[in-house]
């Protein structure tokens, strides 16, 4: 499976910016697929998942202004991203899990998106 993400840049305070990540290679083994974060300094953190099933589960720090969402036809899934705030400033990173434990998984490149305040 391969990951290439996009949508990163430069956003002021309250604005917004979607991030895709378009999947090929053995899509048909995806069960999973989400962003997480890395802010300098800090672990890489879970921002938002999507299963095969439509199931989705958001941080709690991101609930009500990411929504995250795929699009089966182009293998692509998106993280629409409002109301940004300086702490949301960070690489994401977007992965795909061939399983429900995480085993195996696969990671794109990363985007930076900065928030300024």
């Known amino acids: 499976v391969q990951l290439q993400a996009s949508g990163g840049g430069l956003v002021q305070t309250g604005g917004s910016l979607t991030l895709s990540c378009a999947a090929s290679?053995?899509?048909?083994?995806?069960?999973?697929m989400g962003w997480y974060r890395q802010a300098p300094g800090k672990q890489r953190e879970l921002v938002a998942i999507i299963t095969s099933g439509g199931g989705t589960n958001y941080a709690d720090s991101v609930k009500g202004r990411f929504t995250i969402s795929r699009d089966a036809y182009k293998n692509t899934v998106y993280l629409q991203m409002n109301s940004l705030k300086p702490e949301d400033t960070a690489v994401y990173y977007c992965?795909?899990?061939?399983?429900?434990?995480?085993?195996?998984?696969?990671w794109g490149q990363g985007t930076l998106v900065t928030v300024s305040s």
């Open positions: 290679g053995s899509i048909h083994s995806i069960y999973r």
């Open positions: 992965n795909a899990d061939r399983d429900v434990l995480g085993l195996y998984r696969y």
